[in-house]
């Protein structure tokens, strides 16, 4: 009794997929193919994202705030060892220590923002390919959706030739039926794919913007660093009678420009 009850539910759910299949014809097979694609694309990405996604966290903030009061004395190597081996799977946390650690070996300036630009796009890399995959997928759905409805078409209308017109209405409406079945499978695989794909162009945008300002803060930071060299190199030896008189420095200038990596 259980194996007949079992017999009975796997046909009630091969049935109307196969006769969805058979309606379709090859086109809803290529359809079915980029759902599951997109699904298992939508699934490495949160997987991605989860363990490589540029995050600011805690201990980075700490690192962060430590740097624009002292960044002559912050330890980025420290931190890179505190943060252990899941910790350093996250980028930002090595955007900003390698740039910190230039920064503090006085390293030319241009070279340190072209390397920060370079190391922002092998940050994002991983996740501009699948992102790409799922833009395709939805674009691709409803217009293999409407190539399927217009082989629909044209196999009803060749039957209804081939009869020499004696095809009555209901044979005619049953094609046209099996043929906008691709069409509305494909709009079914395309609204959620084209909804994802702007989802996560938005979280790549913040992302990105995050680790903008973060190395601005990172660059600007910098010029504490300068400032120590500067007035340690130029200061005077105080003298008795101007000990307690404040002394001031005035380091070159030099403009900065707004974009971390640019």
């Not at 017999?7 to 759902?35: H, I, N, R, T, Y």
């Not at 980025?76 to 946390?93: D, M, V, Y």
């Not at 989802?199 to 660093?225: C, K, M, P, Q, Y």
């Amino acid at each position: 009794m259980p194996d007949s009850a079992l017999l009975s539910s796997a046909e009630s759910l091969d049935g109307p997929l196969a006769q969805l299949f058979e309606m379709g014809g090859p086109v809803m097979v290529v359809l079915a193919a980029l759902a599951v694609i997109g699904f298992i694309t939508f699934l490495y990405l949160m997987l991605v994202g989860a363990f490589y996604a540029p995050r600011l966290t805690r201990q980075l903030k700490h690192f962060m705030t430590e740097w624009q009061q002292t960044p002559a004395d912050a330890q980025p190597e420290a931190l890179r060892q505190q943060a252990g081996a899941i910790g350093r799977l996250n980028p930002l946390l090595q955007l900003v220590l390698d740039t910190a650690r230039a920064c503090q070996e006085q390293r030319d300036q241009t070279r340190i923002r072209a390397t920060a630009a370079r190391d922002t796009q092998d940050a994002l890399q991983p996740f501009e390919a699948p992102l790409k995959i799922i833009e395709v997928i939805a674009a691709l759905a409803p217009l293999l959706g409407l190539l399927g409805t217009v082989m629909g078409m044209i196999d009803a209308f060749g039957a209804m030739a081939a009869s020499e017109g004696r095809a009555n209405a209901t044979q005619l409406s049953g094609g046209i039926y099996e043929a906008l079945t691709t069409t509305a499978a494909g709009l079914v695989i395309a609204i959620p794919f084209a909804a994802l794909a702007a989802w996560i162009e938005f979280r790549l945008r913040r992302l990105h913007a995050t680790i903008n300002s973060t190395l601005v803060t990172v660059l600007n930071g910098a010029d504490g660093i300068e400032f120590a060299t500067a007035g340690s190199k130029t200061a005077p030896e105080a003298t008795p009678e101007d000990s307690s008189a404040p002394q001031q420095f005035t380091p070159r200038s030099r403009q900065r420009l707004t974009h971390a990596t640019g």
